[in-house]
Every structure is written in C-alpha cells, then in structure tokens.
Nanobody
Framework: QVQLVESGGGLVQAGGSLRLSCAASGRTFSSWYTMGWFRQAPGLEREFVAAIRWSGNRTYYADSVKGRFTISRDNAKTTVYVQMNSLKPEDTAVYYC?????????????????WGQGTQVTVSS
C-alpha cells in the first residue's frame, strides 16, 4: 500500500520561504514514475504546481510558480521536496503530493494514482 506523507507547511510572511517534503513508502519506485505537487485554495479547484520524474531527469512547473519553486527528490530517502521561495499571499493553499505510476508525465489530477493528506501553507501579506 503506497503512502505519501507531506510535511513542512506553516505560516510565513510574503517574500519568505518554505520547503515541503513528501515521504513515499509502500512499494519500489520505478524510474518512470512521476511525483507531483498540487495545491487547493479555499473555494478553488485543485491545481498543478510542479512535477518530477522519479529518475530526476525531468521537471515541470506551473507558470505561476516558475522561477520561485524548485522540485527535487532524494531517491535514497524516497522523498520529494518542493522549495518555495518568494512566497506570495496567493500561494496560500493546502499542498498535496501525488504519485503517477504510469509512463506519462502529466499535470492532470486524474492521472495520479495516490495522494497524500495535504499540508497547509499560509502566506501573510
């Protein structure tokens, strides 16, 4: 049974930084798997933030976070991170990590098979 556990959320002032972690367990993670980060603000739909191939050779970012967020992984720890810099109040949301076990590299929620419980990020102005 795959488990994804996020951590690292919290309250930060605008312009500050946070690093979210997603610890994955429960199976052997193949190089073609994709780990994604998504977020959901109150009253809005869940949206894509960033993704990384488990091999580490491909990453992709939403335009809204490009240049501010960096996704990375530590295979030895089966953990994926997202370093969030220059945070803005509009980054406030619950952040979820998710695992896509297919061959694609998707930004679509429906392609992801497993989800974490989420971690709250609040950016004050």
């Amino acid at each position: 049974q795959v488990q994804l556990v996020e951590s690292g959320g919290g309250l930060v002032q605008a312009g500050g930084s946070l690093r979210l972690s997603c610890a994955a367990s429960g199976r052997t993670f193949s190089s073609w798997y994709t780990m994604g980060w998504f977020r959901q603000a109150p009253g809005l739909e869940r949206e894509f933030v960033a993704a990384i191939r488990w091999s580490g050779n491909r990453t992709y970012y939403a335009d809204s976070v490009k240049g501010r967020f960096t996704i990375s992984r530590d295979n030895a720890k089966t953990t994926v991170y997202v370093q969030m810099n220059s945070l803005k109040p509009e980054d406030t949301a619950v952040y979820y990590c998710a695992l896509d076990t297919g061959w694609g590299f998707s930004v679509l929620l429906r392609e992801y098979d497993y989800w974490g419980q989420g971690t709250q990020v609040t950016v004050s102005s």
